[in-house]
């Protein structure tokens, strides 16, 4: 059994041997069948959030995931051995994560995955989605308000343009002008390529902008952000937070729904083996793609 880790003085992340964890009555086991590669494991896996987070030297890396279960604890009554799953595997301490053989997971963690829905795929969808989904909350009812989302065409970005114009947001994207047709698609009523001014009831900052992107925020606004070691500071009277995601199976079975009926665009932008988990992690860092990369172990 294999997991990938990051260690202390390397940012090239490295599979190593590790031993079966033990289940827990309301976890579940699950042979992994893909695990996407998001920013926020290059980022711990560059030593970037070690400090930030209070990592430890070694880290097990690895947040989405989609397999088979294998095994269930024996508190677990709605999910079952063969049942194809997504889960986010938000605990950083676990001793193996997503990017491993075989993962364990809490039930309250995962969704099965809809037919219909490619389950590679589907991987990409957990921590992107979520985060997507629970930083609009932190916005309150749309009601017909106008927000700027930043980082529109990346994996956060892209879920909140298209769960805030569901919820009746009056949305604007910002991205490349190369990403116009996929901005419409998802329901954006405008896109720009900088930062406007303070014209917007609300942001969501999804690039990480930080204090260049609440500029675009009116005063007595809103803005959300995607990073809670390093909120923003409050100004002009606008009301600050920053989304800090949590497994949520049942959240994760209406957003994988959402997936398959195509409301959520699946973007994939390749798989290579878990043995070239390096490879996707440098290509992730590169940037100027669109979609996760997938490790398939």
Do not use: K
């Amino acid at each position: 059994m294999r997991a990938l880790v990051a260690r202390t003085g390397s940012s090239t992340p490295v599979l190593q041997e590790t031993s079966p964890e033990s289940l827990a009555p309301d976890e579940i086991r699950v042979a992994v069948r893909a695990a996407a590669v998001n920013p926020a494991d290059g980022w711990v896996a560059s030593g970037a959030a070690r400090s930030l987070l209070d990592l430890p030297d070694v880290v097990v890396l690895g947040y989405d995931l989609v397999g088979t279960v294998t095994d269930v604890g024996a508190a677990v009554t709605d999910l079952t051995v063969g049942d194809v799953v997504a889960a986010l595997h938000e605990d950083r301490t676990a001793p193996v994560r997503a990017h491993a053989d075989v993962a364990t997971v809490p039930a309250a963690a995962a969704a099965v995955v809809p037919a219909g829905l490619d389950p590679a795929g589907a991987a990409s969808v957990p921590l992107n989605a979520l985060t997507a989904a629970q930083g609009l909350d932190l916005l309150g009812p749309a009601e017909g308000r106008t927000l700027l989302v930043t980082g529109a065409a990346g994996g956060v970005g892209g879920y909140a343009v298209a769960l805030a114009v569901r919820s009746g947001w009056r949305v604007t994207g910002l991205a490349r002008a190369a990403d116009e047709d996929f901005l419409r698609r998802a329901g954006a009523a405008d896109t720009v390529t900088d930062v406007p001014g303070p014209v917007f009831d609300a942001v969501f900052d999804a690039a990480a902008l930080q204090e260049g992107a609440i500029v675009a925020t009116r005063d007595r606004g809103a803005f959300v952000g995607v990073l809670p070691p390093a909120p923003v500071a409050p100004e002009r009277g606008i009301t600050v937070a920053a989304v800090n995601v949590r497994a949520d199976g049942e959240r994760l079975a209406e957003l994988l729904g959402l997936s398959r009926e195509g409301v959520l665009e699946v973007r994939v932008a390749g798989e290579v083996s878990l043995d070239q988990a390096a490879s996707a992690y440098d290509r992730r860092t590169a940037g100027g793609q669109r979609g996760r990369w997938l490790l398939v172990p």
